[in-house]
């Protein structure tokens, strides 16, 4: 039922969480908290939903936990019997298969914005997609060695970019803090927490950890740099373009960085080489949703490879992709996926852990 894999360790875990979470949300966080707070104070939204979705990352190491060496698709039918856990999988397996349509839709609407303009999407889509498929053909371990790699070069690229916009920054943009009291900023929850989708993964690779006792470490630093990274994103969009100049703006992220130039250096204007690196953050959010379906869907039939789930689910990802008939309609297609996520992985993972407690499934990891 698993391929082939050497155990992965707590700071590979954490990586790939980090590399889930930090997908297209990045491009879109501001405008959308923005939209919803209305003030300034989209940052401490930002903060409070980090906390939130730790909490929620505990729960479910508390039930992966008691399930060692086995992945979500595995562990519920001890819980709730065969039949809902059939159809609870297909649900996460369907989740997984949105998230990456999404990902890759957003991929080619970014690109021919920004990058290759005319280009037809199918030729954008599939060279991407085909590149997924062979670096999910290599295991969870070439996934995540890929990503060891990309990473590093994300965190470098991003605070070099960050520290170059503080020349357009202008501090009073964030005032006043709380000038219209807590509720705008309760309103900006919702936005924000469909931002921090990637803590799910660990349904599926808390199996293959070597400590999955430490399960807990790896959600703690897989959720705090997203946050960080999503906290001085949006201070620093927000600062530099002000809440009014952002509620026009598709990709206020890029935006940012084309609103100045440095001269002298070898990259005068920096949104696409931010963009660039961000297209390797939307790869990995789709190899990882990729290999996750194809998972399930192997473990959930009873096969032993992956591969030919995945031929399949690769064209049912690239027809859903396609339906979105433009940018708005994308956006609502990733806020669907957002919010099947609260039902799927916030509330979810709590009725399993107190119904293997009430029905005595399971026990703690030795």
Do not use: H
Request: hydrophobic share 55%; charged share 15%; net charge positive.
């Amino acid at each position: 039922m698993k391929p082939s894999y050497t155990p992965i360790t707590t700071t590979q875990a954490a990586i790939m969480i980090i590399n889930y979470m930090l997908g297209a949300g990045i491009l879109t966080l501001p405008r959308t908290t923005v939209e919803a707070v209305d003030t300034p104070d989209v940052w401490i939204s930002i903060i409070i939903s980090g906390v939130i979705i730790m909490l929620i990352g505990f729960i479910m190491i508390m039930l992966c936990r008691r399930f060692p060496g086995k992945t979500v698709f595995q562990f519920v039918p001890e819980i709730t019997g065969k039949w809902i856990a059939m159809l609870i999988s297909m649900a996460i397996i369907l989740y997984f298969i949105i998230i990456s349509a999404f990902e890759v839709r957003v991929l080619a609407e970014v690109t021919n914005l920004y990058l290759l303009e005319r280009t037809p999407t199918w030729a954008i889509v599939m060279g991407f997609m085909w590149i997924g498929i062979y670096l999910i053909s290599g295991g969870l371990n070439a996934i995540v060695r890929l990503f060891e790699i990309i990473l590093p070069i994300t965190i470098v690229i991003f605070v070099i970019a960050i520290l170059l916009s503080s020349k357009v920054f202008e501090i009073n943009n964030l005032r006043p803090v709380l000038g219209e009291g807590f509720m705008p900023v309760i309103k900006g929850l919702k936005p924000s927490l469909l931002s921090y989708t990637g803590y799910e993964i660990m349904f599926v690779v808390m199996a293959y950890m070597k400590n999955p006792e430490k399960g807990n470490k790896a959600i703690v630093w897989g959720t705090a740099i997203p946050t960080l990274i999503y906290l001085v994103t949006v201070v620093m969009v927000v600062g530099s373009l002000s809440i009014n100049g952002m509620k026009t703006r598709t990709w206020p992220t890029l935006d940012l960085m084309r609103s100045f130039e440095i001269q002298g250096l070898i990259f005068e204007r920096f949104e696409s080489l931010l963009l660039v690196i961000w297209i390797m953050q939307i790869f990995s959010t789709f190899t990882v949703t990729l290999y996750a379906a194809s998972i399930g869907c192997a473990q959930l039939f009873k096969r032993k490879e992956i591969l030919g789930a995945m031929f399949i689910l690769v064209s049912i990802i690239y027809f859903v992709g396609s339906l979105p008939n433009d940018v708005n309609q994308t956006f609502a297609l990733g806020d669907f996926v957002g919010e099947a996520s609260v039902y799927l992985f916030a509330i979810l993972p709590s009725l399993l852990l107190l119904l293997s407690f009430i029905r005595k499934k399971g026990g703690r990891q030795k």
